[in-house]
Each structure stands twice: as C-alpha cells, then as structure tokens.
C-alpha cells in the first residue's frame, strides 16, 4: 500500500489534494450556515423571551415572598400574644394554643385574601 502512494505518480496526489479541497470548502460553508442559524435563534430567544421570563420568575418570587410572611406573621403574632396572655394571667399553656391556633387561622385567612387581591390585579393587566 505504502508503494502505491509512492509510485502512483501526480495523479493520484491531485486527486486527492482536490477532494481534500472540495471537503474542506464543504465543511466550511456548512460551518457558516451553523454558524447563522446559532445566532439567529440566541437573537430571537434573547430579545423576546429572556425579559419577560425574568419579569414573571421575579413576580412570581415576590407573591410568594408576600404570601409566606403573611402566614408567618400570623402564626408569630399569635404565638407572641399567647405567651404574653400565658405570663400575665398563668395559664400556660392554654393562651400559648390557643392564640396559636387563632394567629395561624389569621394567617390561613390573609393569605387566601391577598391571593384573591393579586388574582383580580394579574387579570387586570
């Protein structure tokens, strides 16, 4: 094999110095074609869905945000008062149950009303 590579002349070297030719311009048009259509789909993903993808991750974050520290509120005011209630008058344990049970039903409450407020203010836009 090694002798016909060495022996065969010119032309089996053009022949091949050619089809190398032909496969590279081959690959690199193709290249340029990957190339456009990359670019072209990162322009189209980043204008238009990038910003507002954000926009509502970030709104979407903030209601829960909202959401979570009504209910939290809730259940530590209650707690909060029911201690209080348990050292002024030396009930404990009872005020610390039952102002917890009445902070987290508060919570429970605000949290389904500011649901139904955020509800009505996304159907508005």
């Known amino acids: 094999m090694a002798e016909d590579t060495n022996s065969g002349g010119s032309g089996n070297r053009d022949q091949s110095s050619s089809d190398e030719a032909a496969?590279?311009?081959?690959?690199?048009?193709?290249?340029?074609?990957?190339?456009?259509i990359r670019d072209s789909r990162k322009v189209g993903t980043d204008q238009s869905g990038n910003e507002?993808?954000?926009?509502?991750?970030?709104?979407?974050?903030?209601?829960?945000?909202?959401?979570s520290s009504e209910l939290v509120a809730g259940v530590l005011a209650g707690a909060a008062l029911g201690w209080g209630f348990d050292r002024l008058l030396s009930t404990s344990p009872w005020g610390l149950i039952v102002f917890l049970l009445l902070g987290f039903t508060a919570g429970v409450i605000n949290v389904m009303r500011a649901a139904g407020v955020m509800a009505k203010q996304s159907n508005r836009l």
């Open 52 to 67: 507002q993808d954000t926009q509502a991750r970030a709104s979407a974050m903030a209601m829960g945000f909202r959401l």
């Open 23 to 36: 496969l590279s311009a081959r690959l690199g048009n193709l290249d340029q074609r990957l190339s456009k």
